[in-house]
């Protein structure tokens, strides 16, 4: 995960990329960040395959990705939801632009 940068106060600025899991766990997945000891912010963030990031948390140098899709075909749209336990993501790419130190 390269360093695409650094702030003015000198923290780093990382580009995550990280592959789905096979079997998706309900409440989201870990991304660790090796570059960084700390995580101060989350600046960008997007999958593929027509999914969304429903939430993001982070802590030291983890970041937890919540996967949310709409149900279209759902009699009546709403809002999204998280993709239900044992999806398999592993087709995905999460990329995250994440700053810290």
Partial sequence: ???IGLTADGRKI???TATGPSSYTAGGFNIIVPE???IHAVIYSSITGGYIIGGITFSDNTVRVVVHYYN???AAAGPSIEVPAGTDLSGQTVTLIVIGV
């Fill in 14 to 16: 990382v580009l995550a």
């Fill in 1 to 3: 995960m390269p360093v």
């Fill in 72 to 74: 279209y075909p759902a």
């Fill in 36 to 38: 960084l000891e700390h």
